[in-house]
C-alpha cells in the first residue's frame, strides 16, 4: 500500500524557517525522484522544488531559488523521505504544500508539472502572518 504523508507545517512569522518532511512507502521510492508544489485556494498548485531519485540533482521555481533548499534521505530501503528547509518565509508562501512522488523510477528529468506525478500527498498547511 502506498503511502505519501507530509508532516512540519504550521503558522510561521515572517522571516522565519521551517522544514516540510514527506515520507513515502510502498514501494521502492529510492528509485524515484520526489517533488514539492504548493497551492492556494482558488489558485492552480504550483511547482516548487524537485530533487532527482539519488539527490544528485534539484531544480527550484524562481519564487523560492536561494530560501528553499530540497534534499532527501534514501537509507531506509523501506521509505524514502524527502525534506524542504523553507527560509526567510514570506507571506506569499503561505500555502498547502503538496509532496510528489514521480510517475517513473529512475527518471532522468526531475518532475517540473503535475503530469509527471504519480503519488500526492494529503499537503501540509504553512502559513506565513505576522
Known amino acids: 500500500q502506498v503511502q505519501v504523508v507530509e508532516s512540519g507545517g504550521g503558522l510561521v512569522q515572517p522571516g522565519d524557517s521551517l522544514r516540510l518532511s514527506c515520507a513515502a512507502s510502498?514501494?521502492?521510492?529510492?528509485?524515484?525522484?520526489m517533488a514539492w508544489f504548493r497551492q492556494v485556494p482558488g489558485n492552480e498548485r504550483e511547482f516548487v522544488a524537485a530533487?532527482?531519485?539519488?539527490?544528485?540533482?534539484?531544480?527550484?521555481?524562481d519564487a523560492v531559488k536561494g530560501r528553499f533548499t530540497i534534499s532527501r534521505d534514501n537509507k531506509d530501503n523501506r521509505k524514502s523521505t524527502v525534506y524542504l528547509q523553507v527560509s526567510s518565509l514570506k507571506s506569499e508562501d503561505t500555502a498547502a504544500y503538496y509532496c510528489?512522488?514521480?510517475?517513473?523510477?529512475?527518471?532522468?528529468?526531475?518532475?517540473?508539472?503535475?503530469?509527471?506525478?504519480?503519488?500526492w500527498g494529503q499537503g501540509t498547511q504553512v502559513t506565513v502572518s505576522s
Open positions: 510528489a512522488v514521480d510517475r517513473t523510477a529512475l527518471n532522468s528529468k526531475l518532475i517540473s508539472t503535475e503530469a509527471e506525478v504519480g503519488f
Open positions: 510502498g514501494r521502492v521510492f529510492n528509485l524515484y525522484g
Open positions: 530533487i532527482n531519485w539519488n539527490g544528485g540533482m534539484t531544480n527550484y521555481a
